[in-house]
């Protein structure tokens, strides 16, 4: 996943353009993802496809003609979607359009300016300070014109019509965190769901943000009532624990099973409530569109100093952390896929587990902790009344532990499996 | 505020007599409080009018014919409803008919018997202690007889027949903060109130405790069910954080306006659940009556040593203390005026904050905390099912913020109000 | 109490057998239990009442022909339901019939196999370690064969056919927290339930832990349900806090009333969710079952080092502990016979309860825990909804407290009782 990551950094992706086009062609190497074009114009709910970007060189030359600032070492170095520019102008004119972070001297932030047309270059403030008067010349060598948003989309279907969406933005340039991190896990976790019969099917969108999610949204319509849960991945390389943002009701499936995978996993973690700030989760869970879709992340955006800045580079992403995010998704999704209702087929007290070679052997020994706890639990609830997912819950005990309880019990005779 | 309960603390109060009506005469200076009069013998509920008390003079003379209380130097001196007396008596005699407090020996204790006929006199415990033996003289002029129970109300209409009741009780002699203080501060609010364009009607009673919340309930069971809300005002002047008893069922507008009040304004607060014990809120609770009447406080009754005792005196209401509790009345009622449930017109995903002016503009900004916050909670949540208060609770926002947001977003065409 | 575990004490008790039958019969002589034989091979459920097990005699001779242990000096020698042998073996051999403790080297473990065939013998570690080479003669007399599951029950008829179930298991040898001191809680709490008038009725069942409560279910479908509430009382006497396990569904009244119980003692105590591991409650709250039977208890089996081990002897119980288990476990059955809901027959506003003689007279008194409370709170929440048990868990009081203040009010005229 570090790999796909390292290959896709370079490229200045933004919400529309060929850098955009570049990551697709990368990723649909790993996986099979289709490559949508919505045309400049298109209306798409409350918006509008915006004009295309493209950029192709940008810098400052200092009043001794040498480069103060080069799109070529960084793409961060130029604010998204800034027009074209090619002028000498006074350090005091240029100044309005350079963009720095005092707090933190050393990094490049970043800057867009999408539906506002203008210019700036972003660079560290302590370059900015060391600034001489006299004369710079600006250039920048961009286009906005009619053209394309592109957005990807793999589509692995299953068994059943109903839906999981696994969104992630793709319209940040040189962010490791925010957001190749995630797209890397995403597209790891295609291939796994790819690779085993599954139940449900899985709808993975690589989209640029807001713009992507509403555009795919207005343009997808009939889809939407199959999906009946989703998450959005993010910031998912960070050596922060692993974070869950709720849905918008917070009751969903994925949220109850995204809160048992961290609760039984040993590990620190962190679920928040939702909140209508952050990623495409809000698009998604708007009121006209209420799908619940969560969003699993590391640590939150806006909430580390390296966020949004170019210290947000491939070191700030670590392997096992990439891995760690993708193995509480796969788990949860594994609740997804799996749940269901089972009904105890001898209720009256406890089948003789030993009969069925379900039974450790032997009375009166010194654990509390008990070997087959998880069949008495299932054994004890499956009153049609209460799935899977509610006895791990109540049990606290991974899903796993549970499901494996049951079909122990359901290859037994001692249990069935509900319809629907 | 404070001017007002000096002006208030030398009349002699009690449940009934002179001293209330000089309390209303003076309160009546401020707002246009109306003074009702209820005969002697009235019945009410379970309870009857009782006779009205009036004292003019009330005096000790120890054995060397030197005052040792007198009634004109502080009205806790004499008992509440003591009936007249003049005899000479020895001390052992005279003893029974002292109340002082041992642990607090320089302070004059509150003591009453409105349903018990005797006679008694309050001083500091030190003094008592230095009584000498030998004959006392002891003097009480008081009357008690067919009068009135006199209490004040004020109605504030509104354009809607729905009332709010705010009651202080005002049976107290010279005690600031019970409940002086609590009287003044709803006399600002009824100024306030009256001042502005409101959609409720205001009800706000200045009654004699206990007797006096029974006879205006027994005598106006027809005003009753219009009364959806209520607080009772009472120790608002002290020192000491807010606080807030909540209405029998806990679950109240008032309830909830009173405690995102309290939980969004970054002080010190203090919520408790109904206890059937404390002054009005446990008649207009009661289970005949079911008026959800909640308690706005600093201390709770019984809980500082000032209480009941002359050292709760005008220099233990603060002024500043009152305007707070006064500001975070009119926040809770500013929940009852405003709350409403909104929807959005544009709820497939977000509408384009930028097109209608309500966007801070520029992506990519750094800060977590986006000043929009309030306008993407309302809009997130206006799908018909949840009002403001609602919304202001989730976000965890004043209800002014999440407000003035909606109105934002009225006036852009983005959200309508929902009737009724 | 302790008196009648001494004597219990050193009867060979298993899941069958005459150590059943004559701990009965001890126990029969302080409450009228009736004894029942249920025939080897009957069905019960998924089980079957297994052939019943007999010793006499037990012990293991060294290569010096001296004894090594001998289930004389301490029936948990002996593995529960081991086969009769009789062989001269070598150490090698001998040691997987022989269980020990390495961490409680001075101690002889409990061991049973009752449903695979085997035999074996159980001793300290450190007598263990100290065996030589050499031929041990081993000896067992034991039989297995058709015979009877013996188990004893009291009925307790009351007014109503309502009942509460009583069960504590009595298959464990000398072991005296488990479960000797629940059986004498158990017998003594019988005794008290017995010699006062009662609205419900109560079964008590000494039964061996899972074939008994499987078999008393099984062979009584028809009583099960008329019982509403149930207690498995469990290590009744160690030093550890009082705890109560919850039923499956942890609503039932008997859950509350512990709780309220717990909660209002002033003692340390522990209320455990309900987990399908420990005694007959398993079976009694199974899904076709559903009883509602908690478990009441001081120290949970396996969490102290005491259990299932020769240190769980009689000194381990202390008579206080089971003076403290009776008394809540009686407490509880008081809200079980006594709850109610009351109707408040003079609602609108307090009556006046100095015209009852109920109140203690004089306003202005400086204490806020008035002790007349409890009838402010039957008062404030009798309107029908609520029951008594409602008002105590409310009110934070205990259930005696609330019930005489309900008394009282009703004698007064002011509270009327509902039927049903």
Same mark, same amino acid.
């Given at each position: ?7 896709? $950094? ?54 001794? @003609? ?16 800034? %027009? ?36 700036? $270059? ?20 961009? !286009? ?7 957005? =990807? ?8 019509? #109903? ?10 340039? &040189? ?12 597209? #790891? ?16 969108? $690589? ?5 992507? &999610?509403?555009?795919?949204?207005? %343009? ?9 849960? =989703? ?11 692993? &974070?869950?943002?709720? %849905? ?15 609760? %039984? &996993? @040993? ?38 100093? #390296?966020?949004? !800045? ?5 070191? $700030? ?8 995010? *993708? ?61 899977? *997912? ?31």
């Amino acid at each position: 996943m570090h790999a796909l990551a390292a290959d896709l $950094f370079p490229f200045c992706r933004s919400i529309t353009g060929d850098g955009v086009r570049a990551t697709l062609a990368r990723m649909s190497e790993e996986v099979p993802i289709e490559v949508h074009e919505v045309p400049t114009g298109t209306p798409v709910f409350d918006w509008t496809v915006p004009e295309e970007w493209n950029i192709r060189e940008a810098w400052i030359k200092g009043p001794d @003609g040498m480069e103060v600032v080069n799109f070529a070492n960084h793409n961060l170095h130029v604010v998204g979607y800034s %027009t074209a520019v090619h002028e000498t102008m006074s350090l005091a004119e240029l100044k309005p359009h350079l963009y720095s972070l005092p707090d933190q001297p050393e990094l490049i932030p970043y800057r867009t300016s999408y539906y506002n047309r203008n210019w700036g $270059f972003c660079l560290p403030h302590r370059q900015l300070e060391a600034l001489g008067d006299g004369d710079y010349e600006v250039f920048i060598d961009a !286009t906005h014109g009619d053209g394309h948003l592109t957005y =990807g989309e793999l589509f692995i279907e299953g068994a059943e019509c #109903e839906e999981v969406l696994i969104s992630c933005h793709g319209c940040h340039p &040189s962010l490791a965190n925010d957001n190749l991190a995630g797209a890397a896990v995403a597209v #790891e976790l295609a291939r796994h769901l790819a690779s085993e019969p599954r139940r449900l099917s899985y709808r993975f969108l $690589f989209i640029p943000g807001t713009i992507g &999610s509403i555009t795919w949204l207005a %343009t997808n319509e009939e889809k939407i009532p199959n999906i009946r849960n =989703g998450l959005v991945i993010t910031c998912a390389g960070d050596a922060g624990p692993v &974070s869950y943002k709720q %849905t918008r009701d917070g009751n969903a499936l994925i949220d109850r099973a995204m809160k048992l995978v961290f609760e %039984t &996993s @040993g590990d620190e973690f962190r679920i928040m409530e939702f909140h209508p700030y952050g990623y495409d989760e809000r698009q998604f869970n708007s009121p006209g569109i209420k799908i619940p879709v969560g969003s699993l992340m590391r640590s939150q955006h806006g909430t580390f100093p #390296e966020y949004h !800045t170019s210290a947000d580079n491939l070191d $700030f992403i670590k392997p096992d952390r990439m891995v760690d995010t *993708l193995e509480k998704a796969t788990a949860a999704i594994e609740v997804l896929e799996h749940n269901a209702r089972y009904v105890n087929l001898k209720p009256m007290g406890e089948p003789r587990l030993g009969k069925y070679g379900l039974y450790g052997g032997g009375g009166g020994q010194r654990k509390s902790d008990f070997s087959e706890l998880a069949l008495l639990w299932v054994l004890n609830q499956s009153d049609g009344s209460k799935d899977l *997912l509610e006895i791990a819950e109540r049990a606290g005990m991974p899903f796993r532990k549970i499901l494996t309880a049951a079909r122990s019990l359901e290859e037994a005779g001692l249990l069935r499996k509900e319809e629907g």
